[in-house]
């Protein structure tokens, strides 16, 4: 995509586990400085969960995550969450603090590692809402908005301290078609503008093929990954059925045939 | 509803008629089992639905266990007499064979694995609760230090929702144990013509342990469980990832600032319920025993001394601190379900009630052997 390819997030021989009960093994990936990467599969094959792996909120059973030539997991508790702070992460439920307005919400993080004045902070606050399209709604709480509105200002928050990585979970959950296509957009064009890597996990086909352009794909019967690649190449040419079928809904054929 | 006839030896043919819907009484599949074994030699069943009226699910149950018998007798079944839509639905059920493995076997493990599992799982409770007290510990090192981040606006807003909005219970409470204990002290002390000793009684009593106590029995109902439900929802809603994500350590941001607030104000709340339970002996005590208001008064001053205040305000700095840690604790532990939140908040209560009467027992047990 970018000609240049220079790889951003690599997993190495990863296994995730809960106590004994092995989710994933052995997965080997690499997501691309400028990649829109695609963390695809079915339900419970533990998207949601390399994903907690990948920003540090759970531990890798085996296996390293290297961000550069950085092994997250190497580092300490401390410096893993100073390095922690070049994400933003939009929660599957906005995870919006729901004490808070939406201007507070996004205000925190500016106020905590910036050393910018209140004045700043707020005029930073109310760019980034206008650039998720909530202008005029930093007084409200998370409650008092809609489902889509809070994705939206859960993807400022993430966006407050200007991340070099994105990550969502499941963008497009719960949203009704135009707001997800819009969603889509708004990805797309902040990977643009903004140069960001981003990560999302989803098993939105529409949202797939139109922002992805690098991809794994999890299964949950073998407990490990079947393919990587752009998801477009893999729905025309990829071996695996399982993949194929899922990434053409079934068409090209149930598995195993 | 059902009948049977065998057109040849080999067949039999199932005629089902009539309504067959949820209400009406359905006919066991047993039947058809019963005839099958009655005849000898029968190598295919087969349907006759011309007289069915109306159907649902339960014809399609019946018809599903028919069939499961008839492939355990090694019997043929021919669907072609049902109606279409029948064996459209019949098809879909079973097209998907049943995933083996997937479904759960009610499993017993043997008494000695049960109490291993309980074992463990109490082990690491405790090693969690004493995680907890550490970083509890360490954050209240910080903030000693200046280096505790949380926000001044949450810790004004705990302040007031446990303090200031406890009062009128904490006075209901107050007045209405003053007044039991006086009650239960007049009967006695009337018998002695002693009735002016209530006052020692419902001073001592009161400003030593009773108000201390109620005060904080009333917080862990009201406060810690309000606590651990708001952490509960926050762990679920994945607020509290969020904040870990974002480099803010959710017990100095959260624990932190409702420990402060309820060492803070459970002192006052008590010193409050002190008065009120005085209040509420006087009642009793001028109503019902003739006894003069400023007799009252005076009796209750050289009765309770300063020491007795102490301690009371001493145990209710315990327990403000005891309450906030266990609604905190059940909180930051609470698993992703509704339900979770719910078991959290009675577990919050539970330990805050309970570590509250171990605590009393423990304080009084000391300040005997100091002799205070």
């Given at each position: 995509m970018n000609g240049t390819k220079e790889p951003c997030i690599v997993a190495k021989d990863l296994t995730m586990a809960f106590g004994s009960f092995v989710l994933q093994r052995d997965l080997n990936f690499t997501v691309n400085r400028g990649d829109i990467f695609i963390i695809m599969g079915g339900s419970g094959c533990g998207k949601s969960t390399l994903l907690r792996h990948l920003v540090g909120l759970q531990t890798p059973a085996k296996g390293q995550i290297l961000y550069g030539d950085v092994d997250f997991w190497g580092l300490e508790p401390e410096e893993r969450e100073r390095f922690g702070r070049r994400f933003g992460i939009l929660y599957q439920s906005g995870a919006l603090w729901s004490s808070m307005t939406l201007a507070q919400n996004v205000a925190l993080p500016l106020e905590e590692y910036t050393d910018l004045d209140p004045k700043s902070i707020r005029e930073r606050v109310s760019l980034k809402l206008a650039l998720v399209g909530l202008s005029g709604f930093e007084e409200y709480y998370p409650s008092e908005i809609s489902g889509g509105m809070k994705k939206r200002a859960g993807l400022a928050r993430a966006m407050a301290l200007d991340p070099d990585i994105l990550f969502f979970d499941e963008p497009s959950a719960g949203l009704d078609p135009i707001s997800a296509r819009l969603l889509d957009e708004l990805i797309l064009e902040l990977r643009d503008s903004l140069g960001s890597t981003v990560v999302v996990v989803t098993h939105e086909l529409a949202s797939i093929f139109t922002i992805g352009n690098n991809s794994v794909f999890l299964d949950p019967d073998a407990k490990t990954m079947l393919a990587a690649g752009d998801p477009k190449e893999l729905r025309d040419g990829c071996p695996n059925p399982t993949v194929r079928t899922f990434l053409t809904r079934g068409e090209a054929g149930a598995p195993g045939k | 509803m059902l009948a049977f006839h065998r057109p040849d030896t080999n067949t039999l043919v199932v005629r089902i008629a009539g309504d067959w819907v949820s209400g009406n009484p359905l006919p066991p599949a047993g039947e058809v089992e019963r005839e099958l074994s009655s005849g000898p030699g029968v190598r295919r069943v087969a349907f006759e639905a011309a007289a069915l009226g109306k159907w649902d699910s339960g014809l399609l149950t019946f018809l599903l266990k028919v069939f499961d018998r008839c492939s355990a007798a090694g019997v043929a079944v021919e669907k072609t007499g049902l109606p279409p839509g029948v064996v459209r639905l019949l098809d879909l059920a079973t097209a998907v064979p049943e995933r083996k493995g997937a479904r759960r076997e009610e499993k017993r493990d043997p008494f000695l694995a049960r109490v291993g599992a309980a074992a463990e799982k109490a082990w690491k409770s405790n090693r969690d609760t004493v995680t907890f007290v550490g970083d509890v510990a360490v954050a209240v090192l910080r903030l000693f230090r200046g280096k505790a981040r949380f926000r001044r606006s949450d810790l004004l807003e705990v302040i007031q929702e446990c303090g200031a909005q406890a009062l009128p219970i904490v006075s209901l409470i107050s007045v209405l144990v003053g007044l039991i204990l006086a009650f239960v002290g007049a009967i006695q002390l009337k018998a002695f013509g002693a009735q002016l000793y209530v006052?020692?009684?419902?001073?001592?009593?009161?400003?030593?342990?009773?108000?201390?106590?109620?005060?904080?029995?009333?917080?862990?109902?009201?406060?810690?469980?309000?606590?651990?439900?708001?952490?509960?929802?926050?762990?679920?809603?994945?607020?509290?990832?969020?904040?870990?994500?974002?480099?803010?350590?959710?017990?100095?941001?959260?624990?932190?600032?409702?420990?402060?607030?309820?060492?803070?104000?459970?002192?006052?709340?008590?010193?409050?319920?002190?008065?009120?339970?005085?209040?509420?002996g006087m009642i009793v005590g001028v109503s019902m025993l003739d006894l003069g208001l400023m007799q009252y008064y005076l009796q209750t001053r050289a009765a309770v001394n300063l020491n007795n205040l102490w301690i009371g305000l001493f145990m209710s700095a315990v327990f403000g601190v005891l309450v906030a840690f266990s609604g905190c604790l059940r909180g930051i532990q609470c698993g992703r379900s509704a339900s979770a939140v719910g078991e959290a908040t009675t577990s919050a209560v539970v330990t805050g009630i309970v570590s509250i009467i171990v605590a009393t027992a423990v304080i009084n047990v000391i300040c005997n052997v100091l002799g205070i």
């Amino acid at each position: 995509m970018n000609g240049t390819k220079e790889p951003c997030i690599v997993a190495k021989d990863l296994t995730m586990a809960f106590g004994s009960f092995v989710l994933q093994r052995d997965l080997n990936f690499t997501v691309n400085r400028g990649d829109i990467f695609i963390i695809m599969g079915g339900s419970g094959c533990g998207k949601s969960t390399l994903l907690r792996h990948l920003v540090g909120l759970q531990t890798p059973a085996k296996g390293q995550i290297l961000y550069g030539d950085v092994d997250f997991w190497g580092l300490e508790p401390e410096e893993r969450e100073r390095f922690g702070r070049r994400f933003g992460i939009l929660y599957q439920s906005g995870a919006l603090w729901s004490s808070m307005t939406l201007a507070q919400n996004v205000a925190l993080p500016l106020e905590e590692y910036t050393d910018l004045d209140p004045k700043s902070i707020r005029e930073r606050v109310s760019l980034k809402l206008a650039l998720v399209g909530l202008s005029g709604f930093e007084e409200y709480y998370p409650s008092e908005i809609s489902g889509g509105m809070k994705k939206r200002a859960g993807l400022a928050r993430a966006m407050a301290l200007d991340p070099d990585i994105l990550f969502f979970d499941e963008p497009s959950a719960g949203l009704d078609p135009i707001s997800a296509r819009l969603l889509d957009e708004l990805i797309l064009e902040l990977r643009d503008s903004l140069g960001s890597t981003v990560v999302v996990v989803t098993h939105e086909l529409a949202s797939i093929f139109t922002i992805g352009n690098n991809s794994v794909f999890l299964d949950p019967d073998a407990k490990t990954m079947l393919a990587a690649g752009d998801p477009k190449e893999l729905r025309d040419g990829c071996p695996n059925p399982t993949v194929r079928t899922f990434l053409t809904r079934g068409e090209a054929g149930a598995p195993g045939k | 509803m059902l009948a049977f006839h065998r057109p040849d030896t080999n067949t039999l043919v199932v005629r089902i008629a009539g309504d067959w819907v949820s209400g009406n009484p359905l006919p066991p599949a047993g039947e058809v089992e019963r005839e099958l074994s009655s005849g000898p030699g029968v190598r295919r069943v087969a349907f006759e639905a011309a007289a069915l009226g109306k159907w649902d699910s339960g014809l399609l149950t019946f018809l599903l266990k028919v069939f499961d018998r008839c492939s355990a007798a090694g019997v043929a079944v021919e669907k072609t007499g049902l109606p279409p839509g029948v064996v459209r639905l019949l098809d879909l059920a079973t097209a998907v064979p049943e995933r083996k493995g997937a479904r759960r076997e009610e499993k017993r493990d043997p008494f000695l694995a049960r109490v291993g599992a309980a074992a463990e799982k109490a082990w690491k409770s405790n090693r969690d609760t004493v995680t907890f007290v550490g970083d509890v510990a360490v954050a209240v090192l910080r903030l000693f230090r200046g280096k505790a981040r949380f926000r001044r606006s949450d810790l004004l807003e705990v302040i007031q929702e446990c303090g200031a909005q406890a009062l009128p219970i904490v006075s209901l409470i107050s007045v209405l144990v003053g007044l039991i204990l006086a009650f239960v002290g007049a009967i006695q002390l009337k018998a002695f013509g002693a009735q002016l000793y209530v006052a020692d009684l419902v001073g001592i009593a009161m400003v030593r342990e009773m108000a201390a106590i109620m005060t904080g029995i009333i917080v862990a109902g009201r406060t810690g469980a309000a606590f651990a439900a708001k952490l509960g929802t926050m762990q679920v809603n994945e607020e509290i990832d969020a904040l870990k994500t974002m480099g803010f350590s959710p017990i100095e941001f959260l624990v932190l600032p409702r420990m402060v607030a309820l060492f803070l104000m459970m002192p006052l709340l008590c010193l409050y319920a002190d008065l009120m339970g005085v209040l509420g002996g006087m009642i009793v005590g001028v109503s019902m025993l003739d006894l003069g208001l400023m007799q009252y008064y005076l009796q209750t001053r050289a009765a309770v001394n300063l020491n007795n205040l102490w301690i009371g305000l001493f145990m209710s700095a315990v327990f403000g601190v005891l309450v906030a840690f266990s609604g905190c604790l059940r909180g930051i532990q609470c698993g992703r379900s509704a339900s979770a939140v719910g078991e959290a908040t009675t577990s919050a209560v539970v330990t805050g009630i309970v570590s509250i009467i171990v605590a009393t027992a423990v304080i009084n047990v000391i300040c005997n052997v100091l002799g205070i």
